[in-house]
């Protein structure tokens, strides 16, 4: 089985091309950096991998729109190794983990008005998240029996459908 989770944040924008020809298709390219654990031996060493990734059809449209530097997301996919000779004659060898499915991994908020999340996951202190009041007399407003009114026609913002 060839099967990739990871858990990172783009180093760059992603660059998509598209594909020549009667069905054209996005593919979208870009490197994730994802954090290692630390470990005694590797205290001052390299703290993270960066991956190739290759995004093609509906998940190269969907890098393109939403995704840019430091997002943080979670994909899924295949590794896809390859090679080719360079134009000094010189064969290169390639490894990509072709993406299958990938989302956020954090909300919007955090991304833009969040503290920097950039070193390891495990030695940053968070608060634990607030739980709203179970008081049926407490409802938020612009909620019907505890639930967000979302208003018509804003179909085309939201990134699934």
């Known amino acids: 089985m060839n099967k990739v989770v990871l858990m990172g944040r783009l180093t ?4 998509v091309r598209y594909t020549s020809g009667e069905n054209t298709m996005a593919v979208a390219r870009y490197t994730l950096a994802v954090d290692r654990r630390r470990s005694r031996s590797n205290a001052d060493g390299q703290t ?5 990734c290759v995004a093609f059809g ?4 969907f890098a393109e729109k ?4 430091g997002t943080k997301i979670c ?3 295949r590794i896809q190794t390859g090679s080719y000779t360079n134009k000094d004659g010189v064969k290169v060898y390639t490894t990509d983990v072709v993406v299958e499915d990938q989302e956020f991994a954090e909300s919007k908020n955090a ?6 999340y950039s070193g390891y996951p495990d030695s940053r202190q968070s608060a634990p998240a607030q ?3 179970s008081s049926s007399s407490e409802k938020p407003s612009g909620t019907v029996d505890g639930f967000m009114n979302i208003p018509d ?4 913002e939201l990134p699934f459908a």
Not at 66 to 69: A, M, Q, S, W
């Open 12 to 15: 760059r924008d992603p660059d």
């Open 48 to 52: 993270a991998d960066f991956i190739s």
């Open 58 to 61: 509906k998940s190269g449209e």
């Open 66 to 69: 939403y995704l840019h530097k």
């Open 75 to 77: 994909l899924s996919g």
């Open 111 to 116: 991304q833009t008005s969040g503290p920097d």
């Open 131 to 133: 739980r709203p009041s």
């Open 153 to 156: 026609g804003i179909d085309e």
